[in-house]
């Protein structure tokens, strides 16, 4: 077989806390064979260095929050053949999308000295709001096995191993003993998509929904299980109203015990 | 079902102070021990070394969807009933390979995977789990296709079964016809007797690698008043277990009750997080998936516990067949309770009671199949009530 040229690879960001870039770079005994089978064209976290466009693969971390990244997403989708969104601010909004429940120019006037030097949109929207993206892979931040398997799959033309079903799945193949049930915590686990390997359980915590909303989540079942349980309204807000606190289904959840 | 007789003539009894000796024993026919260990605020099954690594003292306190360890005023070793999952995960684990494939230069090469041949002991197996396990092999060696890898790491293993002297919150295995006394399948059995002044177990082999062993422990022959005192323990758990399930011609009730509307109160609260197919003992559904390397030149074939509650399970061309929450928990009930009859012979359900304790928001079996004989339009008894109005 013939050698082809390299894909290109370039990684993008917007708003975000640059926790899912890095986690590509924590990919240490990985990244050489990433570096080996893609051509990185555009790592800001890791390099000056810019190649040119087109490329094959975008990787795109953080959500829109500015008029410019509204434009700039648009340049960036033109210029790529395959664009994968990364992470709970790119699939969702990310925590920043707090500011989407209430009103901006209020925040805006009372934390700025010169509110009109703040140019900012009144939500954090996901990527998919403005283009049209290739696949999403959630977490906060990424997983990075989930995001080797990604650029695996596409490199090797297969579907990835990026299941949609609960936390509790992991959770359970793991043989944690649950948070729920065995130490009366707070889990999104049952409502949350797969991806970490269930993280948090394993420290003893609950999980607190990283992954954004599984495949058909019954998130007023589990509200209503808490509510039962002594929760108050508040706490049902904010324990949906987190990293993913614009994914659809939380925010329907949260929002309706408002 | 053995008599007092034929037990009178194996029985003996091992005092609690010598029960390492049975550690030592296994150690020198060199079984792994596994058996139940506190951690987490649980019981676990896992490698255990000595008595000390067991529970002494500990019971859990089971219900719907919750779980709590408690002490007991007594040093009892299996004090407590079922673990958080069951023994499943040593004879069909969670997740292995099961093949490779690489290539390296010309045609790529496939790799089988060798399945190791364990020596186990499995140490406290209840008459529940005990069920479970032959459930297992009857799906995995006992149909036109035998699963190598289970035969393999079930081929060697030591069962060495407790009967259950009192009944966690969630059991019911007598409705089931499993438990609490174990019937068959162990190659040693034990009922352990906490007395005030006395603390010993009374031991029956039931295999002769199970014989062998026992002539090694320091024991006694068991006199009728510690079998009779034994096995009233157990006839007494037996009646006075909480939950129950009215199993009488359970495959048609449920047959022509696939609309009951129980099924549509229930997805209200399922959350179909696929932990009640997790925990029980005979779901053995997996999944597969290949996972290559990024050169494209290495990939493994793994395959993991899956559950009918994904949407993945289901998914044929064009989309998962079973959507709605609601079809998906009736599928996972009637299977276990009533297709399991018609496809292995038994019911898939061994009364454990693990998948009304680890669901998070405590759905429990018992009551839903409880709920569709109530509300069955060819109830007998409901039609009866009714006419006598
Ligand atoms: S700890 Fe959370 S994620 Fe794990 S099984 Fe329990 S509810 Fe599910
Ligand atoms: S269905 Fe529930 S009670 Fe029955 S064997 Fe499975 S986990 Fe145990
Ligand atoms: S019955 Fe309970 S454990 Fe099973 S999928 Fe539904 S919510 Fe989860």
Redesign the interface.
């Known amino acids: 077989m013939k050698t082809k040229a390299k894909p290109k690879l370039a990684v993008w960001k917007f708003s975000s806390c640059d926790g899912c870039q890095l986690s590509i770079l924590d990919c240490e005994d990985e990244l050489l064979a990433v570096a080996g089978a893609v051509h990185i064209a555009n790592f800001p976290e890791a390099s000056r260095a810019v190649v040119k466009g087109p490329y094959d693969i975008s990787l795109v971390e953080g959500s829109i929050t500015t008029p410019h990244d509204a434009e700039r997403i648009h340049s960036i989708r033109r210029q790529s053949k395959l664009l994968i969104s990364i992470g709970a601010c790119a699939t969702a909004g990310g925590i920043q999308a707090l500011k989407n429940f209430s009103n901006v120019k209020e925040f805006v006037s009372i934390v700025y000295a010169t509110p009109e030097y703040i140019h900012t949109l009144s939500k954090s929207t996901p990527i998919s709001d403005h283009v049209k993206i290739d696949f999403e892979l959630r977490g906060c931040p990424v997983d990075k096995y989930q995001l080797v398997e990604v650029l695996n799959a596409f490199l090797n033309g297969r579907k990835p191993n990026t299941p949609h079903y609960s936390v509790c799945i992991e959770c359970k193949r793991r043989g944690i003993v649950c948070r729920m049930v065995g130490h009366e915590q707070i889990c999104l686990g049952p409502v949350t998509q797969a991806g970490c390997n269930a993280l948090c359980p394993s420290y003893d915590r609950g999980c607190f929904g990283c992954f954004g909303p599984k495949e058909t989540p019954n998130t007023s079942s589990l509200a209503e299980f808490w509510s039962k349980k002594g929760m108050g309204k508040r706490d049902l807000i904010r324990t949906f109203r987190g990293i993913n606190a614009y994914a659809k289904e939380f925010r329907l959840e949260s929002e309706s015990h408002e | 079902m053995k008599t007092s007789e034929q037990s009178l003539s194996n029985a003996v009894t091992i005092e609690r102070k010598n029960f390492d000796a049975l550690f030592a024993s296994l150690i020198k026919r060199e079984y792994q021990i596994v058996g139940p260990t506190q951690?987490?605020?649980?019981i676990?099954y896992d490698i255990v070394k000595s008595s000390n690594d067991l529970p002494e003292g500990w019971a859990e306190e089971q219900n719907a969807?919750?779980?709590?360890l408690k002490r007991r005023n007594d040093k009892a070793l299996f004090g407590f009933n079922s673990t958080?999952?069951s023994w499943k995960?040593f004879i069909h684990p969670?997740?292995q390979r099961l093949w490779q494939t690489k290539q390296s230069s010309g045609k790529p090469a496939i790799i089988p995977e060798k399945s190791k041949k364990q020596k186990l002991a499995f140490l406290g197996v209840r008459a529940c789990d005990l069920a479970a396990m032959g459930i297992l092999d009857k799906v995995f060696t006992d149909s036109p296709f035998t699963d190598t890898g289970y035969r393999i790491r079930r081929s060697d293993i030591l069962v060495i079964g407790v009967n259950c002297t009192q009944a966690g919150g969630t059991c019911f295995c007598a409705s089931m016809n499993t438990g609490p006394a174990i019937s068959s399948g162990y190659d040693i059995v034990m009922t352990e007797i906490v007395e005030k002044s006395r603390h010993y177990f009374v031991v029956e082999k039931g295999s002769k690698v199970g014989e062998e062993i026992i002539k090694e422990l320091p024991s006694a022959e068991a006199n009728v008043y510690e079998i009779e005192g034994a096995e009233e323990l157990v006839n007494k758990t037996s009646s006075a277990m909480g939950r129950k399930i009215d199993t009488t011609n359970i495959k048609e009730l449920l047959s022509r009750n696939s609309e009951n509307q129980r099924w549509q109160q229930n997805a209200?609260?399922?959350?179909?997080?696929?932990?009640c197919t997790?925990?029980c003992p005979t779901c053995f559904c997996t999944t597969i998936?290949?996972?290559?390397?990024?050169?494209?030149r290495e990939a493994n074939r793994m395959r993991?516990?899956?559950?009918c509650?994904?949407?993945?399970f289901s998914y044929i061309h064009g989309g998962s067949i079973r959507?709605s929450?609601y079809s998906r928990y009736r599928q996972w009930l009637t299977h276990k309770f009533a297709a399991w009859h018609d496809q292995f012979g038994t019911s898939g359900c061994v009364g454990c009671g693990r998948c009304i304790?680890?669901?998070?928001?405590?759905i429990d079996v018992t009551e839903e199949i409880t709920a569709i004989r109530m509300s069955d339009k060819n109830n007998p008894s409901i039609t009866l009530s009714k006419e006598n109005k």
């Open positions: 951690r987490d605020g649980a676990i969807g919750t779980m709590r958080v999952q995960k969670p997740s209200q609260r399922c959350l179909t997080c696929g932990n997790m925990v998936e290949d996972v290559t390397d990024l050169t494209g993991k516990w899956d559950s509650f994904t949407m993945d959507p929450v304790t680890w669901c998070p928001v405590g």
